[in-house]
């Protein structure tokens, strides 16, 4: 199976989510996305695959979304998709894309959904804290 992982590996969820797609079903494309950037149509084409709005997929806490007036409901989504082209770090992360389709794996055991891993399957996370598979 064909997996990419839109990654941040400054972030501690990326990495678990990062080592669960190792720990199960082999080395992804990693795509680390504040050194690529953004393009219009691959937000869209995302945030329309995992059933998300640009405001859904927007990172708040640790990124520039209230500074530049983002979290305003008044805020198109356009002006959002926007920032988050000039911005990369306001789209949360990790987005991870496999034949079973696309999500935000937030918290990092959302990717079990994504992946043929048995229930009951087990990974621990850098914290220590014990994630199992539904």
């Known amino acids: 199976m064909s997996i990419v992982i ?14 669960i797609i190792r720990g199960f079903a082999g080395e992804p494309t990693i795509i680390e996305y504040l050194e ?3 393009t219009r149509p691959q937000l869209l084409a995302l945030f ?28 198109s989504d356009d002006a959002i998709l926007d920032a988050m082209i000039e911005h990369p770090v306001l789209v949360n992360r990790p987005i991870v894309c496999t034949a079973k389709g696309v999500a935000l794996c937030r918290p990092s055991e959302t ?17 220590g804290e014990v994630v199992t598979a539904p």
């Open 111 to 127: 990717v079990f959904k994504l992946l043929d891993v048995a229930s009951g399957a087990s990974f621990t996370k850098e914290d």
């Open 48 to 75: 329309a695959a995992a059933g998300l709005s640009p405001r859904e997929a927007m990172r708040v806490s640790k990124s520039p979304a209230e500074e530049l007036g983002l979290t305003d409901p008044a805020v």
């Open 36 to 38: 690529t950037g953004w």
């Open 6 to 19: 839109h990654h941040n590996p400054n972030c501690g969820t990326s990495r678990n989510v990062l080592e």
